[in-house]
């Protein structure tokens, strides 16, 4: 099988400033929390361009901001305790991966303004009111995912005409990934795909999950973007080339650790700018 790698660079970063902040008297050590739902070593590429975001504006780690990380490698049922522990830690802004780590700041906090870095679908799954008016404390960008669910499906399509299988690799924990897969399922009904749902909730499912598409005589594989599949991207994408099974991926990470092809928003960029919303709102925005 020879490999091809659509790598697409899309992001979305539509959000509002939160309610105005009180302006940060100069010469302060700025707390700041970073709160993930993956491990530090899942993706060092996104986090240093995170680090270099807020350089670029003047914020230096160790200097004049602090960074208080939490990451709740991989098992999402952790991220309340963590969102608790930055809120009592009383950092002044709260940097949030994914969609799982966001709603569990904002269940945590009413007042610390929390910046989403790379949310699937913040308006459906209820962290903001809408794109051009968040409301609350919660604010920053979106992968935007939702809407690429038939996308990704008609390139599977365009490169296996044939396919009347696919098998869809979701993690159930997190809430916008419902959406996704609905999507997904509603543009299969139209391209006349049989989806084969193969769920996960932690790390330790995808050793009994992933044998399944396999068994079910799926043609392909479309794996939906999230911190969980992320994180364990060299396991499925080895799944996939050791079985001959074709797959479409959410990020370019993905196509970058061996898979076939990826389209989806760039995280390096999303997280890049984030400190942009974490700069206007330390300066009172």
Excluded: C
């Excluded at 914020?59 to 208080?68: A, H, L, R």
């Excluded at 990380?69 to 949030?96: F, M, N, Q």
């Excluded at 610390?112 to 609350?136: F, K, N, Q």
């Excluded at 996960?200 to 973007?225: H, K, M, Q, T, W």
């Amino acid at each position: 099988m020879r490999r091809r790698a659509f790598i697409g660079t899309l992001t979305a970063a539509l959000l509002a400033a939160p309610p105005t902040a009180e302006p940060q008297p100069a010469g302060k050590v700025t707390p700041i929390g970073f709160l993930s739902p993956a491990s530090s070593t899942t993706a060092p590429h996104v986090l240093e361009a995170f680090r270099q975001g807020l350089r670029d504006l003047g914020y230096v780690e160790g200097q004049n901001v602090v960074i208080e990380y939490r990451y709740a490698d991989g098992r999402a049922e952790r991220l309340p305790d963590l969102a608790g522990e930055l809120v009592s830690l009383k950092v002044d802004v709260i940097v949030a991966s994914g969609t799982p780590a966001p709603l569990a700041a904002k269940n945590a906090t009413k007042t610390i303004p929390i910046v989403m870095a790379s949310a699937g679908d913040p308006v459906g799954t209820g962290l903001v009111a809408s794109l051009a008016r968040p409301g609350g404390n919660v604010t920053g960008l979106s992968t935007l995912t939702p809407e690429l669910g038939r996308k990704r499906l008609q390139l599977v399509k365009e490169v296996l005409p044939g396919v009347s299988r696919v098998a869809v690799l979701w993690n159930a924990a997190n809430p916008y990934t419902v959406l996704l897969v609905r999507e997904t399922e509603a543009a299969a009904r139209t391209l006349g795909v049989q989806v084969q749902s193969l769920e996960v909730r932690g790390p330790d499912d995808f050793e009994n999950v992933l044998p399944a598409a396999i068994s079910g005589a799926a043609g392909a594989l479309v794996v939906v973007d999230d911190p969980l599949t992320v994180a364990n991207r060299m396991r499925i994408t080895n799944f996939a080339a050791r079985n001959r099974l074709p797959a479409m991926y959410g990020f370019r990470e993905f196509a970058e650790a061996g898979g076939l092809m990826a389209f989806g928003a760039n995280l390096a960029d999303l997280y890049r700018r984030a400190p942009t919303y974490v700069d206007k709102i330390l300066k009172g925005a």
